[in-house]
């Protein structure tokens, strides 16, 4: 069983503030990395991802990877209460048997209050 | 709207009853996917279709059966269910099913109710 472990939360933070997600995997062969952003009865959609180690940018979101620790990271940077979601950790194998499957994590609520 | 639309949005039956679940990509993809959400539950995928060929099929009970007449379409046939099959079923496509960057495009779910 390929495991994705996040904090399921909720983790709250002020406006304005860095919120800092974490997810951790169990297979090392993982290869690609993903962060979904899912709103109360809506569907995931993806934030970014990451395949390489080290930092990936894009806007106010910044992914952190460390494959030797098998830790990935979301960094939230000036959070609005807009971001106010659940994330969800989603890893990639591309190999065999498990070709194209993403196995998700439970997600971290992450709450931005005003 | 992300290219996959997902019919009906909501469901209820009964434990006896036959439905079906409708997927419809505009995306020119050729994987589609079904999955189902649970509370407190990670995604759990469901089944994998790849050119309308199933490629994995996770130890789903019979009680569920998937269609993909073509590419752009995804079924999954719905019989004698039981209350703890009550959940968000996604579907979700994407461009093949290899690559480091290959993103998974969800459907809005469908909530299905099982009484």
């Known amino acids: 069983q390929k495991e994705v472990e996040q904090n399921s939360g909720p983790l709250s933070v002020p406006e304005g503030a860095i919120a800092s997600l974490n997810c951790t995997y169990s297979?090392?062969?993982?290869?690609?990395f993903f962060w979904y952003r899912q709103y109360s009865g809506k569907s995931p959609e993806l934030i970014m991802f990451?395949?390489?180690?080290g930092d990936k940018e894009d806007g106010r979101f910044t992914a952190q990877l460390n494959k030797a620790s098998q830790y990935v990271s979301l960094l939230i940077r000036d959070s609005q209460p807009s971001d106010s979601a659940t994330y969800l950790c989603?890893?990639?194998?591309?190999?065999?048997?498990?070709?194209?499957?993403?196995?998700f994590g439970r997600g971290t609520q992450l709450t931005v209050w005003p | 709207e992300t290219g996959v639309t997902q019919t009906p949005r909501h469901l209820v039956m009964g434990m006896t009853n036959k439905k079906s679940l409708k997927c419809e990509q505009h995306?020119?993809?050729?994987?589609m996917y079904w999955y189902k959400q649970s509370a407190k539950k990670p995604l759990e995928l469901m089944f994998v279709?790849?050119?309308?060929?199933?490629?994995e099929n996770n130890s789903v009970p019979s009680r569920f059966s998937p269609e993909c007449p073509n590419s752009s379409h995804l079924f999954l046939h719905l019989h004698t269910l039981q209350p703890e099959d009550s959940a968000l079923y996604l579907c979700?496509?994407?461009?093949?099913?290899?690559?480091?960057?290959?993103?998974?495009?969800f459907g809005p779910g469908t909530r299905l109710t099982v009484l």
């Open positions: 297979d090392r062969g993982s290869q690609s």
């Open positions: 279709y790849s050119l309308e060929e199933r490629v």
């Open positions: 979700a496509s994407s461009q093949g099913l290899s690559g480091f960057d290959n993103e998974q495009f």
């Open positions: 989603a890893v990639k194998q591309d190999r065999g048997s498990t070709l194209g499957r993403l196995y």
């Open positions: 990451i395949y390489s180690n």
């Open positions: 995306l020119g993809h050729n994987a």
